[in-house]
T-cell receptor, first 113, second 114 residues
């Protein structure tokens, strides 16, 4: 039972364009959402998070949007760079500081020069 | 100056053997984790320790035993290895940032059981 779903296993984008990575969740108790980036042979690294009291959070080229009614979030990367090519994981937990983080399966982003 | 370091990075062993993976973090975090990434690429939590106390123990075979000698270390010992144990095991530590529990992961340990 996947509570966090990333339905696109892969995505290709031209350099300089916008990359949009999507994530859906089923557990309405989730109130914190995080995005991680993972390069091959490395561990995931934290990118950006958002709490359910917000609908947008921005950090440089990365923006996360949350649509609670649709139980959907997305990560926008603008402009996309070749170094952004990686696997992106969406994750969620319920309750501030909760240790039980649930991850999606990841989306592999390829940014084409 | 790695924040979360785990060793070994690669481990190839025979079925039935016992092996350990070590993890250390120098971030001063109170909480540490073991995650498993299987062939389907899901990252699943196995264990979590907070200040050396076990706080999360997911449905994992008894052959897996974590040990936390202090809050900077969390080791994973696996007895009687089986083919299905082949996976990448990630250690992590965490801190809370604006309510979000932010994990810092190690580079992973790829275990192959033959």
């Amino acid at each position: 039972d996947q509570q966090v779903k990333q339905n696109s296993p892969s995505l290709s984008v031209q350099e300089g364009r916008i990359s949009i990575l999507n994530c859906d969740y089923t557990n309405s108790m989730f109130d914190y959402f995080l995005w991680y980036k993972k390069y091959p042979a490395e561990g995931p690294t934290f990118l950006i998070s958002i709490s359910s009291i917000k609908d947008k959070n921005e950090d440089g080229r990365f923006t996360v949007f949350l649509n609670k009614s649709a139980k959907h979030l997305s990560l926008h990367i603008v402009p996309s760079q070749p170094g952004d090519s990686a696997v992106y994981f969406c994750a969620a937990h319920s309750g501030a500081g909760s240790y039980q983080l649930t991850f999606g399966k990841g989306t592999k982003l390829s940014v084409i020069p | 100056d790695t924040a979360v370091s785990q060793t070994p990075k690669y481990l190839v062993t025979q079925m039935g053997n016992d092996k350990s993976i070590k993890c250390e973090q120098n971030l001063g975090h109170d909480t540490m984790y073991w995650y498993k990434q299987d062939s389907k690429k899901f990252l699943k939590i196995m264990f979590s320790y907070n200040n050396k106390e076990l706080i999360i123990n997911e449905t994992v075979p008894n052959r897996f035993s974590p040990k936390s000698p202090d809050k900077a270390h969390l080791n994973l010992h696996i007895n009687s290895l089986e083919l299905g144990d082949s996976a990448v095991y990630f250690c992590a530590s965490s801190h809370v940032r604006s309510g979000a529990n932010v994990l810092t992961f190690g580079a992973g340990s790829r275990l192959t059981v033959l």
